[in-house]
């Protein structure tokens, strides 16, 4: 019995009903094209939209409470509990719909490059963009391992179709739930592509320490060419995940997720997906080339006649998209793995207060502490409702996705570095020496990579360092060509008692985060945390430094 024949079967399909598994690129850009919007950027990209859900719906993700996961899922605002029968109707609902559907496209593909612990997943969706997505992100088998293709894990994307919001545990239209004793995930009520991509995350940040006790990790990650060095970037979108990973002297496994195991490191997609605003060649030479035919742009806006992109509008969203295969990028590593241990990891945060120098360096009760606490400035687009940058704290840099308590992962973690001696640095990609409501500028770019460079050639670890106030943080006293005001903005704040009153305040925000994670932690890594200070402290800032924010 053929592919086609079976899969129909199995779902109760019409006969005719067209079925496009592994289609080639352009068979998807025939078929996209026919979807209200759907049109060919000047560069070769797809253009696609995906309706009112331009963001991730965190409110609507959903696990199923079965006997075989229930005491390991961390329960809560995160992953909130749904009942087997409410599960039965939605994936009724979402299976009946894919039935009323004349063509259906499914996609055969890999999580995981490394094939001791890869993960076979299926996608099944009605929508040619969502099936190219897909195709772009995850890893693409070859024809002979599609021959005898099983899937581990399903989706069930029926995102056109709203989930019933009278059913237990419904709270609006939108859902997306995973169950873990039919290794399914079914998505209603939101076309936004990256629901598929984060729920495979969650299902590898379940299984990966529960099956092969491999850390899975919210992380880009790259590789030196001459020294094989490797760094792991962590961070929550906007933070510079995929900006600060695509560099031209290093090679790069990946953007976003990552597993750290016994063998190495090795990356869970085979694709990015690179935010799109503000973009350009000169700033993003590698992000920009990628956006060529086989890319799809989501959510763009673009002149009508030259179908060239305005990278600068975001009357749709600050949230605009580009999903591209990670081979896309010249410098990628093929196949997405290393079997060398990290040398460095970066916690990145976007810091909109001001507050944190651009870099840190972190002791392993450091390390820890911030790890534990993921603090960032979540930016405006990233999820529905958030328009403006605000403060938060995701644990392990990637709290919506994570599965299981954070503790695990961040014990996983201090094991893995004390073992390998990694390095760790904290690296804020925001704001400087003042918050962007008080006119504060972001750390430029080339400053950032600079640091980088500094971290890479290992002249940084070597550097003068010195105790930034109230956080307690290592500072350096140089670093290259970054103006040395910059490294300690603490030193040169315009106002004394407005920048102490801000550094209180995010500390006070730390401290109280921290509480419900504390019980589990060792005395060390809680006196890891930020301590108030006294305004009249004779470390703080007591004078005006009237070229500090020209440096920026």
């Known amino acids: 019995m053929s592919f086609t024949e079976k899969f129909t079967k199995s779902l109760g399909l019409q006969s005719d009903t067209i079925i496009r598994r592994n289609a080639a690129v352009p068979v998807l850009y025939e078929d996209g094209l026919k979807e209200k919007g759907t049109v060919i950027s000047s560069s070769g990209a797809l253009m696609a939209y995906s309706g009112d859900k331009t963001g991730r719906s965190p409110k609507d993700k959903r696990i199923v409470d079965e006997e075989t996961s229930t005491d390991n899922v961390w329960w809560g605002p995160v992953n909130k509990k749904v009942s087997e029968r409410t599960w039965n109707i939605s994936k009724s609902r979402a299976v009946d719909y894919l039935r009323t559907r004349e063509k259906l496209f499914v996609v055969d593909a890999y999580a995981g490059w490394d094939p001791k612990y890869r993960l076979k997943v299926r996608i099944v969706c009605a929508r040619a963009y969502h099936a190219l997505f897909m195709r772009n992100m995850l890893i693409r088998p070859t024809e002979e391992e599609l021959k005898d293709f099983e899937p581990d894990f399903v989706v069930y994307n029926a995102g056109q179709f709203p989930a019933n919001s009278y059913t237990d545990g419904m709270t609006s239209s939108t859902s997306v739930e995973i169950n873990f004793k039919t290794m399914e995930m079914v998505i209603l009520g939101t076309e936004y592509a990256g629901e598929m991509k984060k729920g495979i995350f969650t299902v590898m940040f379940y299984l990966m320490p529960i099956k092969y006790d491999v850390l899975t990790l919210h992380s880009s990650a790259n590789q030196g060419i001459k020294n094989k060095d490797v760094t792991l970037f962590f961070g929550l979108s906007g933070t510079g995940k995929t900006t600060l990973s695509a560099d031209p002297h290093r090679l790069l496994i990946g953007d976003d997720e990552h597993c750290w195991s016994n063998d190495g490191v090795f990356n869970i997609e085979g694709g990015c997906y690179a935010k799109c605003l503000g973009l350009s060649g000169e700033k993003e030479p590698e992000i920009f080339d990628a956006i060529r035919f086989g890319s799809i742009l989501e959510n763009v806006v673009y002149d009508s006649e030259s179908r060239v992109v305005d990278y600068e509008n975001d009357v749709i969203t600050q949230n605009t998209r580009?999903?591209?295969?990670?081979?896309?990028?010249?410098?990628?590593?093929?196949?997405?793995?290393?079997?060398?241990?990290?040398?460095?990891?970066?916690?990145?945060?976007?810091?909109?207060?001001?507050?944190?120098?651009?870099?840190?360096?972190?002791?392993?009760?450091?390390?820890?502490?911030?790890?534990?606490?993921?603090?960032?400035?979540?930016?405006?687009?990233?999820?529905?409702?958030?328009?403006?940058?605000?403060?938060?704290?995701?644990?392990?840099?990637?709290?919506?996705?994570?599965?299981?308590?954070?503790?695990?992962?961040?014990?996983?973690?201090?094991?893995?570095?004390?073992?390998?001696?990694?390095?760790?640095?904290?690296?804020?990609?925001?704001?400087?020496?003042?918050?962007?409501?008080?006119?504060?500028?972001?750390?430029?770019?080339?400053?950032?990579?600079?640091?980088?460079?500094?971290?890479?050639?290992?002249?940084?670890?070597?550097?003068?360092y010195e105790t930034y106030p109230v956080f307690g943080l290592q500072v350096p006293k140089s670093c290259g060509a970054v103006p040395k005001e910059l490294l300690n903005p603490s030193k040169f704040t315009a106002n004394s008692s407005d920048y102490v009153s801000e550094l209180n305040s995010l500390a006070g925000l730390f401290n109280e985060n921290f509480k419900i994670y504390s019980a589990g932690c060792t005395p060390e890594v809680i006196a890891a945390g930020p301590k108030v200070a006294s305004v009249d402290s004779p470390s703080l800032p007591a004078k005006i430094a009237p070229k500090f924010f020209n440096l920026l």
Request: charged share 20%; proline share 8%.
């Open 322 to 464: 580009c999903a591209y295969p990670i081979e896309f990028i010249p410098g990628a590593k093929i196949p997405c793995l290393a079997p060398e241990h990290p040398k460095n990891i970066v916690l990145l945060t976007c810091d909109a207060r001001g507050c944190l120098p651009p870099i840190s360096k972190l002791t392993n009760e450091q390390v820890m502490y911030h790890f534990i606490s993921g603090y960032t400035s979540k930016m405006a687009g990233t999820e529905q409702g958030v328009t403006e940058p605000e403060a938060t704290f995701s644990s392990c840099f990637g709290q919506p996705f994570l599965a299981l308590h954070p503790m695990k992962y961040a014990k996983m973690l201090s094991e893995k570095m004390k073992e390998h001696k990694t390095n760790a640095w904290l690296l804020n990609t925001g704001w400087v020496g003042a918050s962007i409501s008080k006119g504060g500028k972001r750390c430029p770019l080339k400053h950032t990579r600079a640091i980088l460079d500094a971290i890479h050639d290992g002249s940084l670890a070597n550097a003068e």
